[in-house]
């Protein structure tokens, strides 16, 4: 049974760092599509970073060179480094995954179906 689970969500002040941790259970991290999204309140679901079973990452324009996606094999987690924060990326952050497709990974939200809780992000200016 897949299980996404999320940590890693805080309050911090614009320019500051946090990592997002996403705890998969079910399959191995890296074998399929997985990706962070957020939602901040009255606004969509977006994607934020996308990886593919070759660990090809696809950012949003918006946190391009603010943050880095990757992958712990040893702890089967999909992790989401985040620096230079600004209150904009505030939002609740959730890690999901195309099961079980490992290519073409897709940017809706709408196509994954597997999803976490989610984490909260606040960032203050």
């Known amino acids: 049974q897949v299980q996404l689970v999320e940590s890693g969500g805080g309050s911090v002040q614009a320019g500051g760092t946090l990592t997002l941790s996403c705890a998969v259970s079910?399959?191995?991290?890296?074998?399929?599509?997985m990706g962070w999204f957020r939602q901040a309140p009255g606004q969509e679901r977006e994607g934020v970073a996308i990886?593919?079973?070759?660990?090809?990452?696809n950012y949003a324009n918006s946190v391009k060179g603010r943050f880095t996606l990757s992958q712990d094999s040893a702890e089967n987690t999909l992790i989401l480094q985040m620096a230079s924060l600004k209150p904009e990326d505030s939002a609740m952050y959730y890690c999901?995954?195309?099961?079980?497709?490992?290519?073409?990974?897709?940017?809706?939200?709408?196509?994954?179906?597997?999803w976490g809780r989610g984490t909260q992000v606040t960032v203050s200016s």
């Open positions: 079910g399959y191995n991290v890296g074998d399929f599509c």
């Open positions: 990886v593919d079973e070759d660990g090809n990452t």
């Open positions: 999901a995954s195309h099961f079980p497709y490992g290519r073409n990974c897709p940017r809706r939200p709408s196509d994954y179906n597997f």
